[in-house]
T-cell receptor, first 112, second 117 residues
């Protein structure tokens, strides 16, 4: 079954804790993206990656980190430096250039 | 920089009514334009797209025309159904900082559509 998977569906973070959100794809797409969605707002870009072992900051990268060790995987870590992490996090992939971006089902992060 | 403005919601319609959700954009160059739909608790699904001026994207009875002269990409449907209730996002894509394989999507804030029987 082809597509983009994100896990977990819900994630709870305690104060001062780092948490990692998973994004995996089997579409063989080169580019991968992480977006944050807050209620009543559009999506904002956190990080993106064009190729393995390379990634770039988006508009709101502070308090987040990523890695791209495999083409299929682009995990996002929400660090303790992110003071307002409660949001819906969406991963997207793109074959290249001006191609369409396709989105995963999302992970909702809540703070305890 | 690029920006997208879409009409505020919620939009509440009766089933079989016609729908228009306005979207206008500001961009340099020749962006591609998209409508995405988001159902409660889910990710975004591509609804339709247009890549150049005067292109019309269409899918599932929805359509939108890329109007460069008015910088608009309004979403229309002739007869909505209860199952169309969702949040609709207009977005544009432009090549970002000569990245080659990556492009930046700029989103509007979304318009919630509620369709009642």
């Amino acid at each position: 079954d082809g597509g983009i998977t994100q896990s977990p569906k819900y994630l709870f973070r305690k104060e001062g804790q780092n948490v990692t959100l998973s994004c995996e794809q089997n579409l063989n797409h080169d580019a991968m993206y992480w977006y944050r969605q807050d209620p009543g707002q559009g999506l904002r870009l956190i990080y993106y990656s064009q190729i393995v072992n390379d990634f770039q900051k988006g508009d709101i990268a502070e308090g987040y980190s990523v890695s791209r060790e495999k083409k299929e995987s682009f995990p996002l870590t929400v660090t303790s430096a992110q003071k307002n992490p409660t949001a819906f996090y969406l991963c997207a992939t793109q074959r290249g250039g001006r191609e369409t971006q396709y989105f995963g089902p999302g992970t909702r992060l809540l703070v305890l | 920089g690029n920006s997208v403005t879409q009409m505020e919601g919620p939009v509440t319609l009766s089933e079989e009514a016609s729908l228009t959700i306005n979207c206008t954009y500001t961009a340099t160059g020749y962006p591609s334009l998209f409508w995405y739909v988001q159902y409660p608790g889910e990710g975004l699904q591509l609804l339709l797209k247009a890549t150049k001026a005067d292109d019309k994207g269409s899918n599932k009875g929805f359509e939108a025309t890329y109007r460069k002269e008015t910088t608009s990409f309004h979403l229309e449907k002739g007869s909505v159904q209860v199952s169309d209730s969702a949040v609709y996002f207009c977005a544009l894509s432009g090549v970002w900082e000569n990245t080659g394989t990556a492009s930046k999507l700029t989103f509007g804030t979304g318009t919630r559509l509620q369709v009642t029987l």
